[in-house]
C-alpha cells in the first residue's frame, strides 16, 4: 500500500523529525537528550531510511514500536521489502548497500521487519500552526503536495511516484529552489550534506550519521534544527 498518513496539530508539545537514522540508534539517543525529548508530549517524525549500514539496524522493531515515534518509508526499507531471498544478485546487492544485518536474520525476524516496514506510509503531512508540513524520504514527485497527495490515490500511477518519493535527488543536482507551494516546508533526507540545506522551502536534513557526521533533527514549529555527532 502506497500512502500518505496525516497528523493533526501536536497542541501539548513539540514535534521533530529525525533525518537518516541507518541503524545508528545511539546517536539517536544523544540527539533525544539534546533536544529534550519529551515523551509524554512530543513526537518524533523519521525521513525513513532507519536501517543498513549502521550497527544497530537489527533493532529497528523496537524503534518502531515507540508510541511516539512515526516514520515513512525510505528507499532502504522498500529494498529490504523488495529484495528477494531466492535470488542471488538481488541478496548481493542489498549486501552491497549495508543489508547484511537483514540478510543474516532468520526467516521468522526477516518477515517481522517486512511487515513493520511495509506497514510504513510513503508520505506524513502534518499540521502547524503555520501551515502544513509535509514529510518524504527523498523528494515530493509533482509541483504541489496536493496534486501529489492526489495521484498516490491512483494505483497505476503512484508506484512510479512512490520510487522518485524515495530516490529522487533530482531537486538538488539541479539546485532548484521553486519548492513546494501548497506547503509550509517539506522535509527529506536521502542525500547527505555537511549541514542542512534548504531549496526554497524543501530542506534536507541528512547530514550523513552513518558516515561519520552528524545526526539531525529539526523542530516543526520553528524549523529550527539541532545536530549530534562528528
Ligand atoms: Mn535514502
Redesign the pocket.
Known sequence: MITLKRFEENTQGNDWVVG?LHGCFGLLKALLREINFDEAADRLFSV??LVDRGPDSAGVLNLLALPWLYSVR???EQIALDTDLTDNDSKAYYQSIGGSWFLRAPKLAQDAYRKAFADLPLAIEVATLLGPIGIV??DCPLPTWGQFARTLEDEDTAIQLQMMA??SRDRIMRGNERGIPDLRALIV??TPRAMPEALGNVIDI?TGAVYGNALTAIRLWDLETISVGA
Open positions: 537518516d525513513g531510511d525510505g528507499n532502504h524520504h527523498a524515495q530516490w533526507g536521502h541528512d
